[in-house]
């Protein structure tokens, strides 16, 4: 069962992240699952008019670390320490929707795989596997801090 609610992730977000400027809608949120989308506006797009690199690859990283959250709770120092993605097809100028899947969640390492796709279609535009760091408890850089 999620340790964090959706409505807990975005408040977290919005504390520790001000920054975070990316409008995410969580449409599913299960143990070791995650549904985001993401609406795409002109400022998402590349010439050509789909959706750049860049821009998938922050959302991908997005859906990663929100399931993390989810999974471990609130622990701001969780980073990302690898991730690997592959461009499928150009994305339409629509919104996009991050599934994310935890494949294995230890105490020190998460991997999961997050596949991207164009809103109304089920063919996939990119799909990365991500890899995140969680900080050890004892160092006093994890739960005990972040909230």
Request: glycine residues 6%.
């Amino acid at each position: 069962m999620p340790k964090m609610t959706g409505d807990e992730i975005k408040d977290f977000i919005a504390k520790f992240f001000p920054q975070a400027r990316m409008p995410v809608a969580i449409e599913e949120l299960r143990d070791d699952f995650l549904r985001i989308r993401i609406p795409v506006t002109d400022r998402y797009l590349r010439p050509g008019g789909t959706v750049s690199g860049p821009v998938l690859m922050t959302i991908a990283d997005t859906a990663m670390y929100w399931l993390v959250l989810a999974m471990i709770g609130p622990v701001a120092l969780a980073l990302t320490t690898n991730l690997n993605i592959d461009f499928l097809r150009a994305p339409q100028p629509t919104d996009v929707i991050a599934e994310a899947e935890m494949l294995k969640l230890g105490k020190r390492l998460a991997v999961g795989r997050v596949t991207m796709f164009s809103h109304g279609s089920d063919a996939p535009v990119a799909h990365a596997t991500v890899t995140y760091s969680i900080p050890p408890e004892s160092k006093g850089i994890g739960k005990t801090n972040a909230v």
